[in-house]
């Protein structure tokens, strides 16, 4: 793709409570997040459109104008294909991916973190000490290196693709999706700040990737 956009969701309502995992929807702010971006994305799609056209009729059309779509891939959470409620699926192309969802935190789902480091101490200093290998215990835990193996197929996707893409997402996996654009070590990928209603545009240009991002300032 020319253009790859990427965010998490809008805030949901266990963010303002500070507990991980769940399928939590989205809070007011939240919501109003997720109408901003389906406008902003609009607004640039609309501009990449005109800015094509002036030079189609200059006659310095490098590629012939056919329409640019945008795909937009959420995950199969609540809280993520809330965010897109306002992308028209007449103008997108909306595809709900389980791949894509948060990491999963097993018996630890639904806690916050100060509740699991006093209700598991243990695993809440195992997962400080290497955060990266670190699985949850419980049916389905998963730890960074198993999402980053569940993200392979589709970053292969991902790259395959001609059409621009927005992909809304999760915490975990928009670190392991930034590294790997930016090529990050997946070492450091944990600890990647990526706060909510930040949108990163990232663009692969012949010297090197392009990244941009954008504050939602409400
Ligand atoms: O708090 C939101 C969240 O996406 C949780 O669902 C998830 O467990 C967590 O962030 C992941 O962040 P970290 O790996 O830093 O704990």
Redesign the pocket.
Known sequence: PRCIWLTRHGESTD?LIGK??GDAPLSGRGKKYGDCLSRFIQHQRQENEKSRRVEAEAGMAISPLRERTVAVWTSMLTRTKETVEGFDPKEYDIKHIRFLN??Y?GICEGLSYSQIENEYPEEFEARRVN?LFYRYPGMGGESYLDVIQRLNPLIIEMERMTSDLLIVT???VLRILLGYLMDIDRSKM?EMDVHLHTLYCVEPKPHGTVVKKYRWDE
Request: no cysteine; net charge positive.
């Open positions: 963010n991980i995992g948060e990491i935190a955060k999760h915490r975990v944990p």
